[in-house]
């Protein structure tokens, strides 16, 4: 069973993802490429035909503290403009637009959280909600309203008590995903009760650390726990996950950057080619 017998209806679908996706395909921001934005409806659209079973969205917030689907930081990148996404009403937010993706007829905008959420409500789509965290005290409330928790997983360091704190005060009991460097932080998690923690998503800069013993991930799975990891290449050149990067798989194979994940038995991983990770789990389970 996933998670606690106390959360067993809650947790129904993302079980059953689980069982019958080894591992799942995680979209990093849905699937933004072409003349599709990352972090869109039409991303995560892209994401599920290209073999996704989850997608990952990140979150900001106007300064007047309307949710966007958005990681700020990058709005020179995709918007063109040099101030963050957090210091603008979401009038001007509205005003913005993806570089490079708009064309005649059909601007690309920053999309709202609620409104790319809410269109895969009762639908087969499962979401990791990242970088959201000091936003829950009024984050959790609009995520109420979408009436979907069995498709939300929310996540958050190990180390964010106090934010982990409401989610526990919290009556929905969203699935819990705590990012974990060590084992110590994977105790202090499972020691809370009224938390909803369905799995962990270990990080790690080197293969020495302990997530790349088989034994400490199968006791994980013994305790009702899925274990995620993460092969973006991120521009910062820090491994998330012992140095098994995307781009592995590009300038080596698709078996250099995910076999070895594979062989230690992760559930899911968080990736930008969620087509290529797709076709690789097909081809090893043929």
Same mark, same amino acid.
């Given at each position: 069973m996933?998670?606690?017998?106390d =959360?067993?209806?809650? &947790?129904?679908?993302?079980g059953?993802t689980?069982r019958?996706?080894?591992p799942a395909?995680?979209?990093h921001?849905?699937?933004?490429?072409a003349?599709? %934005?990352?972090?869109?409806?039409?991303?995560?659209?892209a994401?599920?035909?290209?073999g996704?079973e989850?997608?990952?969205i990140?979150v900001?917030?106007s %300064?007047?503290?309307?949710?966007w689907a958005?990681?700020?930081g990058?709005?020179?990148?995709h918007?063109?403009?040099?101030?963050?996404?957090?210091?603008?009403t979401a009038?001007?937010v509205?005003?913005q637009?993806?570089?490079w993706?708009d064309?005649?007829?059909?601007?690309?905008?920053?999309?709202?959280?609620?409104?790319?959420l809410?269109k895969f %409500?009762?639908g087969p789509?499962?979401?990791?909600?990242?970088?959201?965290?000091w936003?829950?005290?009024q984050?959790?409330?609009?995520?109420?309203?979408?009436?979907?928790p069995g498709?939300?997983?929310?996540?958050?360091?190990?180390?964010?008590?106090e934010?982990?704190?409401r989610?526990r005060?919290?009556?929905t009991?969203y699935p819990?995903?705590p990012?974990?460097?060590?084992?110590?932080?994977?105790?202090?998690?499972l020691?809370?009760?009224?938390? &909803?923690?369905?799995g962990?998503?270990?990080?790690?800069t080197t293969?020495?650390?302990p997530?790349f013993?088989?034994?400490?991930?199968?006791? =994980?799975h013994r305790?009702g726990?899925f274990?995620?990891v993460?092969?973006?290449t991120?521009?910062?050149?820090?491994p998330?996950?012992?140095? =098994?990067?995307?781009?592995?798989?590009?300038f080596d194979c698709?078996?250099?950057?995910w076999?070895?994940?594979?062989?230690?038995?992760?559930?899911?991983?968080?990736?930008d080619?969620?087509?290529?990770?797709?076709a690789?789990?097909?081809?090893?389970?043929?």
């Amino acid at each position: 069973m996933l998670g606690l017998p106390d =959360y067993a209806a809650l &947790n129904s679908q993302l079980g059953e993802t689980l069982r019958r996706a080894k591992p799942a395909v995680v979209a990093h921001r849905g699937l933004g490429h072409a003349s599709i %934005a990352p972090n869109t409806i039409g991303a995560v659209r892209a994401a599920v035909r290209s073999g996704a079973e989850v997608v990952q969205i990140p979150v900001s917030a106007s %300064a007047d503290m309307y949710f966007w689907a958005f990681h700020d930081g990058f709005e020179p990148e995709h918007l063109g403009i040099e101030r963050n996404i957090q210091t603008l009403t979401a009038t001007e937010v509205r005003q913005q637009s993806y570089i490079w993706r708009d064309r005649p007829g059909r601007t690309a905008r920053v999309q709202p959280l609620l409104e790319l959420l809410g269109k895969f %409500a009762g639908g087969p789509v499962l979401f990791t909600i990242d970088r959201s965290w000091w936003r829950w005290p009024q984050l959790l409330v609009a995520l109420d309203g979408l009436r979907m928790p069995g498709q939300l997983m929310l996540k958050a360091p190990a180390w964010e008590m106090e934010a982990i704190s409401r989610l526990r005060r919290h009556p929905t009991k969203y699935p819990f995903v705590p990012i974990c460097s060590t084992e110590e932080e994977v105790e202090d998690v499972l020691r809370l009760d009224e938390l &909803n923690t369905v799995g962990l998503e270990l990080i790690t800069t080197t293969p020495q650390s302990p997530w790349f013993d088989p034994d400490v991930i199968e006791g =994980y799975h013994r305790r009702g726990l899925f274990i995620l990891v993460n092969s973006v290449t991120l521009t910062t050149g820090i491994p998330q996950f012992g140095g =098994y990067e995307d781009e592995d798989a590009i300038f080596d194979c698709p078996a250099a950057a995910w076999q070895p994940l594979f062989d230690l038995g992760v559930d899911a991983i968080q990736t930008d080619w969620p087509w290529l990770l797709r076709a690789y789990r097909d081809s090893v389970q043929r």
